[in-house]
């Protein structure tokens, strides 16, 4: 049993309750790929610990916050590897790796400040921690829903550590505020999650030689995407809108959570996936 103070570990995983039979083709391509992402956060400390530099005590968060994510990395990968054995989840790491790099020289937030960055590490927790929900709420495999419950958990306490540290900073105007958040959610569509997902579904052979972004990153989002419930949209929103400094319950976040329904509404009727259909 894990203690209420000690973070978790994969031992506190029953992993002897895996139902392979119960998990679809479309969920562990996606899991795989989270898990590549998710593992690849090592990157995202070094960025931190640059753009944070004068901030030792910023840093040190970073550094916890950035083994949890690892962590996040192996337990999933590790769930992926039990569902299908032909899975190595180092050697597909390996291949992420050398095919997408964030900007680890940077000295300065690309987001153009610290706390336009903290502004963006939030809006980043709100969509992990929604996304977990879902996929725990999707999963008939109580294995996975005991990881996604795990990290769900800790995408939401990143996001609270994250606007505790944002609070420190000096605030930005509105409008700034509503700019980096759409341009940090626009980005997901970007080459990370595409070379992820070709990482870790394409055959060896094929990595880094057939690589087409729109179709890896679309394929992908429409999987994720596919896999929302209302409630889990409504609460990223409530997140985001809260960390800007909106009002969470206010014209703006219903708007929001509508318009962001109906774009996931339409990419489910493109890309149906079932939570009974066989693996193979
Ligand atoms: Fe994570
Ligand atoms: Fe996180």
């Known amino acids: 049993m894990m203690s209420k103070t000690k973070h978790w570990t994969l031992d506190d995983i029953d992993w002897s309750v895996l139902k392979p039979d119960l998990v679809t083709a479309e969920l562990l391509s996606a899991v795989k790929t989270a898990a590549l992402v998710e593992a690849n956060s090592a990157d995202y400390v070094v960025y931190l610990n640059n753009v944070f ?8 968060v970073a550094d916890r916050w950035g083994d949890e994510e690892i962590q996040h990395g192996e337990a999933l990968g590790h769930w992926a590897e039990l569902v299908d054995p032909s899975f190595n989840f180092k ?3 390996a291949h992420f790796r050398r095919l997408y790099q964030i900007p680890l020289e940077a000295e300065v937030s690309v987001r153009g400040s610290q706390a336009g960055e903290l502004l963006a590490r939030c809006v980043v927790e709100s969509g992990t921690c929604s996304y977990y929900a879902a996929l725990r709420d999707f999963s008939e495999d109580p294995v996975l829903r005991q990881i996604c419950t795990f990290i769900s958990r800790d995408e939401s306490r990143h996001y609270r550590l994250f606007k505790l540290h944002a609070e420190r900073y000096q605030k930005l105007n509105l409008m700034k505020r509503i700019k ?10 970007d080459d ?20 087409n ?3 890896c990153a679309g394929t992908y989002n429409r999987i994720a ?17 809260t960390a800007i400094g909106l009002k969470a319950r206010g014209i703006a976040s219903k708007v929001l959570s509508n318009v962001i329904w109906r774009v996931f509404q339409a990419k489910k009727k493109s890309y149906p996936v079932s939570a009974s259909s066989p693996l193979s």
């Open 225 to 241: 995407t596919s896999m929302y419930k209302r409630v889990h949209i409504d609460s990223a929103v409530h997140m985001v809108i």
């Open 91 to 93: 050697e597909r790491l």
């Open 180 to 189: 980096i958040a759409i341009g940090r959610v626009a980005e997901t569509s």
């Open 53 to 60: 530099k004068d901030d030792p005590e910023f840093c040190a």
């Open 192 to 211: 990370e999650l595409g070379y992820a997902w070709h990482a870790a579904t394409a055959r060896l052979e094929d990595i880094g030689v057939n690589y």
């Open 213 to 215: 972004r729109e179709e």
